[in-house]
């Protein structure tokens, strides 16, 4: 059996090599080259395509005795990942990048990669688990709940399911950099990178600027009774829910409610006027390749790091859904991912669909 692992020069990926060859995998190693610094406007920086991190991954693969690649995904990356997050921005949505990259990325370009290459498995260091319940494949949350990053693989199906190998499921991020640091690897104690990789340094609207070559204009804050607040200074620094960077002076805190591009205007309201228990989802994906049942209660959360809420789910077509929640969420925000499970199970997710072309004035 032969295994393509995916690395990124970081300790997750570099156990999860260590564990499939333990299995009797004979395995390569590779690092997907996915933008140049000059891209995000940095001149260098610790990000996951960085030099330094090219060689740590080459240091663990050589020191496991694997080949090593570094594959050129620098096209099908703007194409598929940067583009559509500028155009989100664009049209007044957040987007989830790192959703994008491990949809097309991680599991479409390296996963035919890996078919090319001849492999039975492609590997990665997510926190997740997948396991087999009568006759099909399921996506599970990770034992290490605190690290666990099944929200960001909704996208996967059955058919990818079944040849990828998620190692580090089971274990305790602790367990995974004593194992690193037992077998002398050069990242045992790197940090975990906490930002998107093509925006190191936060600052998304340079990147997009830089992207486009485009001067995004000032606009109008104004309430939910159309009365103008103040100016913002492009659509592109504002997301649902956000407070700080608004500079209005006001006998209350202030929050973006919504974004209108078409009218280039911003609302802004009170933290009660965030709350709602309804969200469209478009673009869905049922892991098990089709919904439950037409209506059914489980559980959804809608950004990574929120615990997952009650909820009731009316299947509206192949690829939308209704969710209400029991209890109203904030900033419910056009862009972001839903994603459904049933306990531990991934049932599937979908975009957060919001019209940005209606603006609620």
């Known amino acids: 059996m032969k295994a393509l692992i995916a690395m990124s020069g970081g300790v997750d990926s570099s156990v999860a090599a260590l564990l499939t060859l333990e299995q009797g995998y004979s395995c390569i190693g590779c690092t997907m080259k996915l933008y140049e610094n000059a891209t995000a406007g940095i001149a260098a920086g610790r990000t996951c395509c960085s030099l330094n991190d090219v060689e740590d991954a080459r240091s663990v693969a050589f020191k496991l005795g694997?080949?090593?690649y570094v594959f050129n995904f620098k096209d099908a990356f703007k194409e598929q990942v940067i583009d559509r997050f500028v155009e989100a921005y664009e049209n007044g949505i957040t987007p989830n990048p790192c959703i994008d990259c491990n949809r097309y990325m991680k599991f479409e370009k390296l996963y035919e990669r890996a078919k090319l290459l001849g492999?039975?498995?492609?590997?990665?260091?997510?926190?997740?688990?997948?396991?087999?319940?009568?006759?099909?494949?399921?996506?599970?949350?990770?034992?290490?709940?605190?690290?666990?990053?099944?929200y960001v693989l909704y996208s996967l199906n059955q058919e990818q399911l079944a040849h990828l190998l998620f190692p580090l499921g089971a274990l305790q991020k602790t367990e995974t950099r004593k194992i690193a640091d037992a077998h002398g690897f050069i990242n045992a104690n790197k940090p975990d990178s906490q930002d998107i990789c093509f925006v190191p340094d936060g600052d998304y609207a340079k990147v997009?600027?830089?992207?486009?070559?485009?001067?995004?204009?000032?606009?109008?804050?104004?309430?939910?009774?159309?009365?103008i607040l103040g100016q913002h200074k492009g659509i592109?620094?504002?997301?649902?829910?956000?407070?700080?960077?608004?500079?209005?002076?006001?006998?209350e805190p202030l929050y973006v409610c919504q974004i209108c591009p078409l009218e280039n205007i911003v609302i802004l309201g009170k933290n009660r006027d965030l709350f709602s228990k309804e969200a469209l989802i478009e673009n869905f994906n049922w892991i098990a390749g089709a919904p439950p049942a037409q209506e059914f209660s489980c559980a959804a959360k809608i950004r990574y790091r929120q615990q997952e809420q009650p909820a009731k789910v009316k299947v509206l077509d192949d690829k939308r859904i209704q969710i209400t929640f029991e209890e109203p969420q904030r900033a419910v925000t056009p862009g972001q991912a839903a994603v459904l499970y049933s306990g531990d199970v991934v049932l599937g997710g979908g975009e957060i669909c919001t019209d940005t072309r209606q603006c609620d004035l």
């Open 208 to 227: 997009i600027k830089l992207q486009t070559g485009k001067d995004y204009p000032c606009g109008a804050f104004k309430n939910k009774k159309g009365e």
């Open 66 to 68: 694997m080949p090593y």
């Open 119 to 150: 492999c039975d498995k492609l590997v990665t260091g997510h926190y997740a688990r997948i396991e087999k319940q009568d006759g099909k494949f399921v996506l599970k949350k990770a034992v290490d709940l605190s690290k666990d990053q099944s």
């Open 236 to 251: 592109l620094h504002y997301t649902i829910g956000q407070r700080k960077g608004l500079g209005i002076a006001y006998n």
